[in-house]
Every structure is written in C-alpha cells, then in structure tokens.
C-alpha cells in the first residue's frame, strides 16, 4: 500500500510556473505508474500525465508542450512541473498509483493509492 502527498501548489498569474511534488511511502515509486489527475470546482476529475514504471510518460492534450512528469527514484517521489500556466489550469491536482503499471492509463478506477491533492489557482 502505497502512501502518497502532494505539495507545491499555490496562487500564481497566468504564465508563471509551478512544481508540484507526489511525494511517497509504504513502497518504491519505481514499482508504481504514478498518474497526476486535476479536478476544478463543478467540473469532472480530468487526466493531467502520468508516468509508467518504466519511463514511459502520457499527456493530456490539454497540457502538452507546458507540463512536464519526471520521477527521481532515490527520493520516491515524482515531480509535475507546470509552466505557461493559465486561468483554466485551476484546480485540486492530486497524484495517483498503480502498482506493477508499465504503461500510464486515464482512468480513475485503475488506481488503488491516493494522495490528498493539493490547489493550484491561476489568475488572470
């Protein structure tokens, strides 16, 4: 059972960016697909990027090109880095994982551990 907690959100303007640690215990991140998912007041839980155990990394269209997901093993922990920010980024982004994942998926149901979230507000 894999424990995990985000950190680094905050309130930014649009086109500054931001690093958000997932941040885990109870087991290796690098035996885990870890998946960011964001969700906004009033709107659906959306796929942000995730990647799987074996590098392999999957963004969402919407993020392509300004995101960025790495994973540094020796710190069991995995980064999202957010750049070129805009109002429509706002949201609770939260990271989720699968044990065993070799390949990164979209959906909510394929993932046992979750962390907490942590918000992200972008101004105009």
């Known amino acids: 059972q894999l424990q995990l907690v985000e950190s680094g959100g905050g309130l930014v303007q649009a086109g500054d960016s931001l690093r958000l640690t997932c941040a885990a215990s109870?087991?290796?991140?690098?035996?885990?697909?870890i998946t960011w998912f964001r969700q906004a007041p009033g709107k659906e839980r959306e796929f942000v990027g995730g990647i799987s155990l074996n590098y392999g990394i999957t963004y969402a269209t919407s993020v392509l090109g300004r995101f960025a997901i790495s994973r540094d093993n020796a710190k069991n922990t995995v980064y999202l880095q957010m750049n070129s920010l805009k109002p429509d980024d706002t949201a609770v982004y939260s990271c989720?994982?699968?044990?065993?994942?070799?390949?990164?998926?979209?959906?909510?149901?394929?993932?046992?551990?979750w962390g907490q979230g942590t918000q992200v507000t972008v101004s105009s």
């Open positions: 989720a994982a699968r044990k065993w994942a070799t390949v990164v998926t979209s959906q909510q149901n394929d993932y046992a551990s």
């Open positions: 109870g087991g290796t991140v690098s035996t885990y697909g």
